[in-house]
Nanobody, 115 residues
Framework: QVQLLESGGGLAQPGGSLRLSCAAS????????MGWYRQAPGKQRELVAS???????NYADSVKGRFTMSRDNTKNTVYLQMNSLKPEDTAVYYC?????????WGQGTQVTISS
């Protein structure tokens, strides 16, 4: 099982920025497909962004142009740079790792966008 530890959440104002980090265990990190998901109160968990082992990325329409996901294989870490934040971005953000039969989740980090 891959261990994932998210950090970087918190409170930001509308229009502001936050950067989330997710550190993963394991020696095969570079092969992991990684994703950021979020879940707002009363809503289903949704995919925000994903990055493949070749560093290709995909984004939900709601965050395209505002969020950027990246990975640093030397640090076993993925990042989610979130700019132009909106109140509707408020949610718990979860990191996910997929490798073979392995599908692991972090504990989540709260992001709150409010003035």
């Amino acid at each position: 099982q891959v261990q994932l530890l998210e950090s970087g959440g918190g409170l930001a104002q509308p229009g502001g920025s936050l950067r989330l980090s997710c550190a993963a265990s394991g020696s095969r990190f570079r092969f992991y497909a990684m994703g950021w998901y979020r879940q707002a109160p009363g809503k289903q968990r949704e995919l925000v962004a994903s990055i493949a082992s070749d560093a290709s990325t995909n984004y939900a329409d709601s965050v395209k142009g505002r969020f950027t996901m990246s990975r640093d294989n030397t640090k076993n870490t993925v990042y989610l740079q979130m700019n132009s934040l909106k109140p509707e971005d408020t949610a718990v953000y979860y990191c996910n790792a997929k490798f073979g039969m392995n599908d692991s989740w972090g504990q989540g980090t709260q992001v709150t966008i409010s003035s």
